[in-house]
């Protein structure tokens, strides 16, 4: 990345032309904040409000007097924005960009060497991403409502900048546009859903708020109880080969699993690892997902495990947190079967996709490749997680797979590439072992 001079840097705002082109994709709105000339700024008391924000004309002349302006997020128009801010170029997988760079409207590198892509998408999709966790394995993150992203032709001087920055406080750089694509496509859902399975980020645990005053028999609050036979549950209601109940306890609690070793401390009532205001809420959520994933997200049987933990609860003292916790548990996508690999349950789903309303005799039928045992095993687990259903049709079910999306079978194809283990291994093969919530 070269330095831009001062004049080079003048010359750019002067002409406004970066700001004519931002017209032919966003309508005649306020949508542009307010920065200093030397700064980024943005997030100040009141930024995002309507009397602070610029319009067209106003942005241009801000700009063309040397000063810095940003974009908000969410609803312009029609349409929603966000932004994918990479911190560095060549951090992003290839996978994610083949994504995110048809969808963007905006690209444009920072004066660090980021390489930031402004991305167009419907409401749906918007809140998707919203509702993704921060990622942490790479230098990336998602800006959406919360923040504005500062636009080409700003500039700053580096004697601003924070100490990790790699400018050494010294100089002075520029946001430059590489390009505005008018015609770009929107981000639909699925491929959000597939660029969170690239990316490795789910969407957040519910926020931890309480009501200390709610009354547990009040409606929406979830009993607790230990009147269920957890026996008959779990064989009635919980996708088996030949697990029991306890069997399936035992694999949780001593198997060699990815996630195994944080879990125990969750179980334990250890929240050392757990960050924010209130750990022990968030941590029992976290819990709860974990059970459900290893008990085919049956509310009944994560109920009673998280009323019978050695150790004092949020789950039992706030009825509020308890509804909140329970429809997370229930609600996340993946269980566990043993004896069912994630490739076949691939397999299986792409065919129940091609074709709707397959029987057991149909998909043996055109899967060479997949036992009629394994399809056995595996339709119990897709119609647990409600991406399939079954009526009875004299003698035999009929599966119908209109739940069943493209974004679930990107996202399975996604953890199939990560998890699975070799193909010759099959069918003995399991997801547990390999399985990281």
């Excluded at 004049?7 to 082109?21: C, L, P, R, T």
């Excluded at 980020?201 to 005053?213: A, G, K, V």
């Excluded at 095993?377 to 009929?398: A, D, F, Q, S």
Aim: proline share 5%; charged share 25%; aromatic share 10%.
């Amino acid at each position: 990345m070269s330095s831009i001079q001062s004049k080079a840097v003048n010359a750019y705002k002067s002409s406004g032309a970066q700001i004519e082109k931002y017209s032919y994709i966003f309508p005649s709105k306020k949508i542009f904040t307010k920065l200093g000339g030397d700064y980024k700024g943005g997030n100040e008391k009141g930024w995002n409000k309507p009397e602070n924000l610029l319009c067209f004309p106003e942005a241009k002349k801000h700009v063309s007097s040397g000063g810095n302006i940003g974009l908000i997020h969410g609803q312009i128009g029609e349409y929603w924005y966000a932004t994918f801010d990479i911190e560095k170029a060549g951090i992003l997988p290839v996978d994610a960009q083949a994504i995110i760079d048809p969808h963007s409207v905006i690209k444009f590198e920072t004066p660090h060497g980021g390489k930031n892509r402004i991305v167009r998408m419907e409401e749906e999709t918007y809140q998707y991403l919203d509702s993704l966790q921060q990622i942490e394995k790479l230098d990336i993150e998602i800006l959406t409502e919360d923040n504005a992203v500062t636009l080409p032709p700003s500039d700053i001087s580096h004697t601003e900048c924070s100490n990790n920055k790699p400018c050494n406080g010294i100089g002075r750089d520029a946001y430059t546009l590489e390009e505005v694509n008018v015609g770009t496509p929107s981000l639909n859902i699925e491929d959000a859903q597939q660029l969170s399975s690239i990316l490795e980020i789910e969407p957040e645990e519910p926020s931890i708020q309480y009501d200390n005053n709610q009354d547990p028999d009040a409606p929406g609050a979830f009993e607790v109880t230990n009147s269920v036979n957890i026996l008959k549950e779990f064989e009635e209601n919980v996708p088996s080969v030949s697990d029991t109940f306890q069997d399936r306890k035992q694999r949780m609690l001593y198997s060699d699993w990815d996630a195994q070793e944080h879990f125990l401390k969750l179980w334990n009532g250890n929240f050392e690892d757990v960050s924010g205001s209130n750990p022990q809420g968030k941590a029992e959520c976290r819990l709860a997902n974990y059970i459900g994933f290893w008990f085919g997200r049956n509310q009944k049987i994560i109920q009673y495990f998280m009323e019978n933990l050695d150790f004092k609860t949020h789950y039992e003292k706030y009825p509020s947190h308890r509804k909140n916790l329970l429809e997370y548990a229930t609600s996340v996508d993946w269980i566990f079967c043993e004896g069912v690999s994630f490739n076949t349950k691939y397999r299986v789903s792409f065919y129940l996709m091609v074709e709707d309303n397959h029987t057991v005799k149909s998909l043996n039928e055109k899967m060479d490749e997949v036992s009629k045992r394994q399809i056995y095993r595996t339709l119990p687990i897709l119609e647990n997680e409600g991406v399939i259903t079954k009526e009875k049709h004299g003698n035999e079910y009929v599966y119908d797979s209109t739940q069943l999306t493209e974004g679930y079978l990107f996202s399975l194809e996604a953890v199939c590439s990560k998890h699975d283990t070799p193909e010759e291994q099959d069918p003995v093969e399991t997801q547990a072992e390999v399985m990281e919530i």
